[in-house]
């Protein structure tokens, strides 16, 4: 959706008589956009004089067309500049990004993405030239027409506040992968960023509809994006479907191809406990869909780690790939931005995560919106993995919302082998047992090769699990909500303060990739950060809010951090029976994040002798 598309000479007009701002603000207002805050209202009337000035030369026809704020569909990316024009019987967009930034510092000699502005107070940004590009790659990978190209598309820059002074940071080295895709232009250029626009625009575009193709046409992903994703998932041993899970895979495939022969919506659900593939599965689902069927498909998930991460694996660290990945990898916050149907294939990972209104979300129910985005909508549930109070969505509840679209119900699919813990069901018998979720006579639990140490001493275990992760940096630390955040909160350098002198902060707050990140090991991991992945082997520090007595595991809600602001265990409102269920659910989630072997250290010692004793370690 573009919020202004008029021609270069009624723009400049606009601007010279200060009506950008009530023309940009009733657009919004008309089109349910948000925005229009006075930061951005300000930056309107600053930086849109500064590109008439540019533009501001007959060398540039009147008729060029200008548009501002191009929402990207389905994302909430939008697009400060355009201008579209020909230059050697060549149609050209030029996508400008602006930025009224006075100054500029690197972030580290390693963040060659991010940068600091003093209009962002202590928070890395991305750098402009790669907001730009990725703006590029985002409008190129998905329009389905021929004529938005590589070639057609030109991203740029422009920093119309910065002075020479800060050229040497904007420009460093370690950013030119991203200035030589989209160049970058600083107080001083407007020579330079006008005569980079005359290369490509003069006279009016040959094809005057080609913004129009952009902001209505049908969004489907292009031979880039169905490229990357086939080169990347070839090879990639973690993405690799076995048993029950192909059976699924058939199951998905088949209502999919239902769909393209009707006019119904279809529903497809598939449950399964931790490590039974769910995400392997979806993942491999968003491939066959984008390469081989050719679909607007997107993997959504509200967990950020495991997008961002599962990103970072697929790219194995290609920043280009990265972006053709932003759409094909999303949060549930795009529903609301996606219109009815707009997606072919909504595949919702870790549905049990979705919740009716959370803060921000502009949408009125999550499981309602996405059942509406898609027209094939894959539901992957797990009731017993929902680890806030706000996590309400069951199997129930997506059959009763697909009921009320009329769309057709496959009948729910379970996948019941575990993949992870060495593939141990036993395991996975034994934690349900422990922690008196679903208990069982049998106590005799088989564990195959999966390793399991409960220590005495957290530093040992720590000794023992950094030197695990020297062999492929797939080990970490991860703890529940009883521990404070500290460092975060600047009340202290530590988080995490347990006998024998040991110390340990959470992971850091910007670390977006804790879970391949090289340098993560030393920072524990919560909840949110871990679930949905999975390691060769986890160490997890169970707090003071589980304990042994009596013969039973029992909970302790008061033992919650007083920083926990998204469990809702310690709300009033939250009942004492449902605090327990959320404080055993999530320590079943951190015990079965491993795939090779789980350590463990209980701050209650009684537990920890219970444990010794069930596992038959005394």
């Known amino acids: 959706m573009i919020i202004y598309n008029r021609t270069l000479g009624q723009f400049k007009n606009d601007v010279t008589l200060n009506m950008m701002q009530d023309i940009l603000l009733n657009t919004l207002r008309e089109k349910g956009i948000s925005g229009g805050s006075p930061s951005e209202v300000n930056s309107w009337n600053n930086s849109l004089h500064f590109m008439k000035d540019v533009l ?81 790659c985002l409008i190129r990978d998905y329009c389905d027409d021929s004529s938005v190209t590589e070639e057609s598309l030109k991203p740029c820059a422009y920093l119309h506040n910065l002075t020479e002074k800060y050229r040497p940071i904007i ?52 031979k880039s994006l169905q490229d990357a994703l086939d080169s990347m998932l070839c090879g990639n041993e973690e993405f690799h479907m076995i048993d029950e899970q192909v059976v699924a895979y058939d199951k998905i495939m088949n209502a999919i191809e239902e769909s393209q022969n009707d006019d119904k919506k279809h529903v497809i659900i598939i449950t399964g406990g931790p490590g039974t593939g769910k995400s392997v599965l979806a993942i491999n689902v968003l491939a066959r869909c984008i390469i081989d069927l050719k679909l607007n498909a997107s993997y959504i998930t509200k967990n950020s780690a495991p997008r961002k991460c599962y990103a970072n694996l697929l790219a194995k660290g290609n920043a280009k790939k990265m972006i053709n990945l932003q759409k094909a990898i999303q949060s549930p916050w795009c529903l609301p931005k996606t219109i009815y149907n707009g997606l072919d294939v909504g595949i919702y990972d870790e549905a049990h995560r979705m919740q009716k209104k959370p803060n921000r979300y502009s949408g009125n129910d999550m499981l309602e919106d996405a059942i509406k985005a898609a027209k094939v909508s894959i539901f992957f549930v797990d009731d017993d993995q929902r680890i806030t109070i706000n996590d309400k969505y069951d199997v129930d509840s997506i059959i009763y919302y697909a009921n009320r679209e009329n769309a057709i119900v496959h009948k729910p699919y379970e996948l019941v082998s575990q993949f992870r813990c060495d593939g141990s069901d036993g395991y996975i018998s034994f934690l349900n047992n422990l922690l008196e979720i679903k208990q069982t006579a049998n106590t005799m639990f088989e564990f195959n090769k999966l390793k399991i140490k409960v220590f005495d001493n957290p530093v040992l275990m720590r000794d023992e699990l950094r030197e695990l992760n020297k062999i492929n940096n797939k080990t970490r630390m991860i703890a529940g909500y009883c521990y404070d955040w500290n460092v975060k909160h600047k009340r202290g350098e530590w988080d995490i303060e347990l006998p024998f002198d040991f110390r340990a902060k959470w992971n850091l707050e910007k670390d977006d990739h804790w879970a391949v990140n090289a340098n993560s090991f030393e920072e524990i991991g919560c909840i949110h950060t871990c679930q949905g992945m999975e390691f060769d082997y986890v160490g997890v520090f169970i707090g003071k809010d589980l304990y042994y007595e009596d013969g039973h595991v029992r909970t302790n809600r008061n033992a919650i951090s007083k920083d926990d602001g998204s ?32 350590y463990i250290y209980c701050e209650d010692l009684a537990l920890r002798e219970y444990l010794k004793k069930s596992l038959g370690v005394l």
């Open 567 to 598: 469990s809702g265990i310690k709300l009033k409102t939250t009942t004492d029976e449902e605090a327990d269920k959320l404080i055993r659910r999530t320590y079943k989630v951190l015990l079965t994040r491993g795939l090779k072997g789980c």
């Open 171 to 222: 420009e460093d080295d370690i950013y030119s992968e991203w200035t030589q895709e989209a160049p970058v232009f600083l107080q001083k250029d407007v020579i330079k960023i006008r005569d980079f626009i005359k290369q490509y625009i003069h006279l009016k575009a040959n094809d005057g509809s080609l913004l129009y193709k952009i902001e209505e046409g049908r969004l489907r992903p292009t």
């Open 56 to 136: 501001d030369d007959n060398y540039f026809s009147t008729e060029c067309e200008v548009a501002i704020e191009y929402n990207i569909p389905q994302t909430s990316k939008r697009v400060d500049f355009m201008i579209m024009g020909n230059n050697d019987d060549k149609d050209h967009i030029i996508i400008v990004e602006l930025k009224q930034w006075a100054k500029v510092e690197k972030v580290d000699d390693n963040c060659d993405h991010s940068i600091m502005s003093d209009l962002k107070s202590h928070e890395p940004v991305a750098h402009p030239s790669y907001q730009a590009y990725s703006y590029k």
